[in-house]
């Protein structure tokens, strides 16, 4: 089994991802995507997260119809913040026949050798590379193991979606309806 893992924060998930997602599931060599929540990003600051089992929630509500889509917590109990390595590491013991493939937007690209032990994650596994809005990988050297996959742009942000909740604006076709109520009824993001 080849399994795309799309990492991130969801806080909260949107159609963006869920395009995205649905789109690497369905339209490349992959057989499914995990959408893997991190507690916390090593690159991000931790004051804006939400609990994350309130975000685990949001996005198994989003993806509940899709069989092509999963929903991973396997960081929750690891030590934080989480490295994508640590990861992929504890992943392939669990799955030793699984193939994973990391799902990463071109943004991040530029910062990846940054990443703790990422010549180990290329050495490994496949990196799938989608286009992100502003994003230019031109001056970028080859590296190994990477593909681009020209999947769907769309310019849409948790940070702009949290900003229409504070601002009691609607969130109607930005997040799941399931999502969007769910976030209603918990009074998330006020």
Known sequence: MK?????????????????????????????????????????????TLLHEFDRLHMVSLAVADN?????????????????TIDTLTYLQEKYPSYEFVLIMGEDNLP?????????KILEYHRVYVYPRSGSTTTELPPMPNVTFVKAPVLDIS?????????????IK?????????????????L
């Open 3 to 47: 399994v795309g893992l799309l990492f991130g924060s969801f806080n909260p998930i949107h159609i963006g991802h869920l395009i995205l997602a649905n789109y690497m599931a369905t339209n490349t060599d992959l057989d499914t995507v995990w959408l893997v929540v991190s507690p916390q990003n090593p690159f991000k600051p931790s004051n």
């Open 67 to 83: 069989p092509d889509l999963g929903v991973s917590n396997i960081e929750f109990n690891m030590p934080k913040p989480s490295y």
């Open 111 to 119: 910062l990846f050798p940054k990443w703790k032990n990422s010549e």
């Open 158 to 170: 948790a940070t702009f979606i949290r900003q229409c909740i504070k601002e009691e604006k609607s």
């Open 173 to 189: 076709y930005m997040v799941p309806d399931d999502v969007a109520e769910y976030i209603k009824v918990h009074k998330l993001y």
